[in-house]
């Protein structure tokens, strides 16, 4: 043991610099492998921390008046027969989320302490008092026994510290702009971060609100069943037994009902459901995981191919000395064990730097591209199943090495230098193959995921975005056209407009089924100032815009896009339900995300009389205004009609930014990693061209006294190299063209496959491969043969 020892540490010696790059290539593979897992584990553990949750479920549906949409929201009085319809629903709760059918709303409300009065922006959601059963909250201050009702509400206590500090919340007052005086009844302890149920303010929802309106759509509902096994029956026993045709009947007409269809999705499910529409739970995609989980695979088989290869590159260093053990008596298994044994320490020592870096990768800010706290004591499973993973990689790294070296017959060893065999060399050539083909396909697949990002983020919307400003104007909607007026003294505001929702900022809107010439017909609403289509530059290509007088009206009035005019063969100059007149058709602007296809939308004035919400406010600044002193006007003014408020003040681009924010992060994601697996697959290549050319230095030092020049060698070197890029680009460019199309699948509009992507990626490794074995080739090439034939 001692003479390989010896033997093993001359190695390091000579070849520091190509063992430091393999030990760091097996410390980045191994820090990537736990951060990658330390995600999915994030993912796949995502509302598992509720107690039962393989027995809650959420209750879906599809509806034909909702073009067969599948939605988690549905009407209440249809959520409570559904609750009563079974005896293995144990409890059934809805809630009603606050600002819309897209996630829970935000309130602003006051606190006074001792006379002061301090002002909050939180998030809450109004819910039905069987909510707290159906969760299970762990109250750390609670007066109510898990009841809740009108004019009370639960915090949880992260809120409860911040509000109240060190203070008993519960019992304490908070008193909301609109429904006044509120009673904290309990106060929960936070929830994990992997949990759709939100660590925000939950307050009751009136008995007796929409209990009998059919055709309000506004409701989730979830109910926690006695087996998950009885949820098929739940559906089946509704589906038979309910009349939905006598429920959906409006003034005499009964909406057809034949395919309408009613779904439970398990809670864990729900955060990887995403063919749906109107759902505001946290979203992860299975095939985004798999990609990282695959990803993160091929970053441990690429270290650990590069960790054979330079194994197997030793042999000819090695092999004589431990041969010699042999001839002196040393078994073949005791040798073997003892290699294997020295690749594990390799790998392990490879496994603790590893830890230093996902520390080092934690404080960074990288870390964002991450939705879970990476420090070692969070995830200790993880950490500990990678330092086996590492003792498993070293070992099966080390075995076929350590099997080579020994397997040949000492007396035919110690006559002459095996150097590379040809056996030797087509297997390292096939391990650095599959890191070409890995190589290849993460450039392709990175590439291509940063130009879909780009694409989304900077393709024509069909308005003008430019230059653009948002604010919610909520606490000041009294005081729009004074707002108005005094925002537009500062000479860099062109205009200004108004909306209830931020436009092109999430998947889907409000929809509204209405009546056109006796037919049903669906279509988003987006409710708008007259002035909305002049100042958003959004084009009308037949009929009018709107006018002042248009809000001025008994109905209001409509602009429908193409897809709506074509789908439902619409007219100018027709009312929609016997109301508001559609006086103007409009290109199909992209509204929503690149997610979604363009679906029937219209632009909607209210009649004033109906105290239209359209509290988004869309400040347009002039070409080369100074951003800067804009934004102070624009905080100035707010200020002056309500100086205790915090306004959200954000650019365009920035909500964009937010809209595609995760798409963003997978894709940095996904190219940091992938530069890993490239730059760890580089080290490998760079070890195997480090022994290939010191191997074959006698070789060289020949063909140098033979007349061969250095460009010359250089050349045949890079010519063997060349014809393995071009065989493993050939494999890899139909499996991430497959990858690549697969995942483009989930946006409606997407990036062209361009075919330059391609080449760039061959381009790239090509040249880091050709650089890489002309310089190690040319130092060998360049020393005086006599001298490489003497060593050899």
């Not at 330092?387 to 002459?416: D, N």
């Not at 894709?667 to 010191?694: C, K, P, Q, Y």
């Not at 050939?730 to 699948?745: E, F, G, R, S």
Request: proline share 4%; glycine share 6%.
């Amino acid at each position: 043991m001692k003479p390989i020892i010896r033997n093993f540490l001359s190695i390091i010696r000579r070849y520091k610099l190509a063992l430091a790059l393999n030990i760091l290539g097996l410390s980045v593979a191994f820090a990537a492998f736990m951060v990658i897992m330390i995600q999915l584990n994030y993912d796949l553990s995502f509302d598992k921390n509720h107690k039962d949750y393989d027995r809650i479920f959420r209750v879906e549906f599809s509806f034909p008046p909702l073009g067969n949409t599948r939605v988690p929201i549905i009407a209440r009085p249809l959520a409570e027969r559904f609750i009563e319809s079974s005896p293995y629903i144990e409890a059934g709760a809805l809630t009603n989320p606050l600002g819309g059918m897209f996630g829970t709303g935000e309130a602003d409300f006051h606190v006074e302490t001792e006379g002061t009065r301090n002002y909050f922006k939180e998030k809450l959601l109004q819910v039905t008092p069987e909510f707290f059963d159906v969760f299970t909250f762990d109250f750390v201050e609670d007066s109510s026994n898990g009841y809740i009702a009108p004019g009370n509400v639960f915090i949880p206590l992260s809120m409860a510290r911040k509000i109240f500090g060190s203070e008993p919340a519960a019992g304490k007052q908070i008193v909301h702009s609109s429904w006044g005086n509120q009673t904290v009844l309990g106060v929960y302890r936070d929830f994990p971060a992997n949990s759709s149920i939100e660590n925000i303010m939950y307050f009751a929802m009136q008995p007796e609100e929409n209990k009998d309106n059919w055709g309000n759509f506004n409701y989730n509902v979830f109910i926690r069943v006695n087996d998950a096994s009885n949820a098929p029956l739940i559906i089946d026993n509704f589906m038979r037994t309910f009349d939905f045709s006598a429920a959906f009947t409006f003034d005499g007409q009964s909406l057809d009902v034949s395919g309408v269809a009613m779904f439970l999705t398990a809670l864990p499910d729900v955060h990887f459901l995403t063919d749906i529409q109107f759902d505001g739970a946290p979203k992860a995609s299975k095939q985004t995981l798999m990609i990282l989980f695959a990803i993160a695979i091929v970053i441990i088989a690429i270290a650990a191919i590069n960790f054979t290869n330079f194994s197997t590159a030793l042999t000819p260093m090695r092999i004589k000395n431990i041969n010699t053990q042999r001839v002196l008596g040393a078994r073949r298994s005791t040798l073997r064990s003892a290699l294997v044994f020295e690749a594990m320490i390799i790998s392990f020592l490879s496994y603790l730097v590893a830890l230093m870096l996902v520390d080092l990768f934690a404080k960074t800010p990288l870390a964002g591209l991450i939705d879970v706290d990476l420090s070692l004591s969070s995830h200790p499973f993880i950490f500990g199943g990678t330092a086996l993973v590492a003792l498993l990689a070293g070992a099966i790294a080390g075995m076929y090495p350590a099997h080579y070296i020994t397997s040949f017959a000492p007396a035919l060893v110690l006559k002459g230098s095996f150097g590379l065999s040809p056996k030797g060399r087509k297997l390292r050539n096939t391990l650095i193959s599959i890191q070409y083909v890995a190589s290849f396909a993460l450039i392709i697949g990175a590439s291509f995921m940063f130009l879909q990002n780009r694409f989304m983020q900077n393709s024509s919307l069909g308005y003008e975005r430019d230059n653009l400003i948002t604010v919610d104007i909520g606490r000041i909607q009294g005081s729009r056209d004074a707002f108005t007026n005094q925002i537009k003294t500062y000479s860099g505001v062109n205009d200004v407009t108004y909306g209830q929702f931020l436009l092109s900022s999430s998947d889907a809107y409000m929809k509204w089924g209405q009546l056109y010439k006796s037919e049903q017909i669906m279509f988003m609403v987006f409710p708008v100032h007259h002035t909305f289509l002049d100042v958003m530059g959004i084009e009308v290509t037949e009929g009018r815009g709107f006018r002042h007088e248009d809000a001025h009206t008994e109905q209001g009035a409509w602009v429908f896009n193409e897809s709506a005019r074509k789908e439902y063969n619409l007219e100018l100059n027709t009312s929609i339900d016997g109301g508001a007149e559609i006086i103007g058709f409009m290109p199909d602007i992209k509204f929503a995300s690149f997610r979604q296809a363009v679906e029937p939308m219209a632009f909607y004035v209210m009649p004033d009389a109906w105290n239209n919400p359209t509290n988004i406010a869309y400040i347009k600044l002039n070409a080369g205004t100074g951003i800067r002193a804009a934004l102070s006007h624009i905080n100035e003014t707010l200020t002056e009609f309500d100086a205790n408020y915090v306004f959200n003040i954000r650019f365009y681009d920035e909500v964009l930014q937010r809209l595609y924010e995760k798409e963003t992060a997978l894709g940095s994601m996904i190219t940091l990693f992938s530069l890993l697996a490239i730059f760890i697959s580089i080290v490998g290549v760079f070890g195997l061209v480090v022994f290939d050319s010191e191997s074959r230095r006698k070789e060289i030092g020949i063909r140098k006294v033979l007349g061969a020049s250095t460009m010359g060698i250089i050349i045949m070197f890079n010519k063997g190299y060349f014809k393995i890029l071009m065989i493993c680009f050939v494999i890899a460019v139909p499996v991430a063209w497959y990858a690549v199309d697969l995942w483009l699948q989930n946006f409606a509009y997407k990036t062209p496959m361009y075919w330059w992507v391609y080449l760039l990626a061959f381009v790239a490794v090509g040249i880091i491969t050709v650089a890489t074995v002309t310089f190690q080739n040319w130092r060998v090439a360049s020393d005086n043969p006599v001298n490489s034939i003497k060593t050899e």
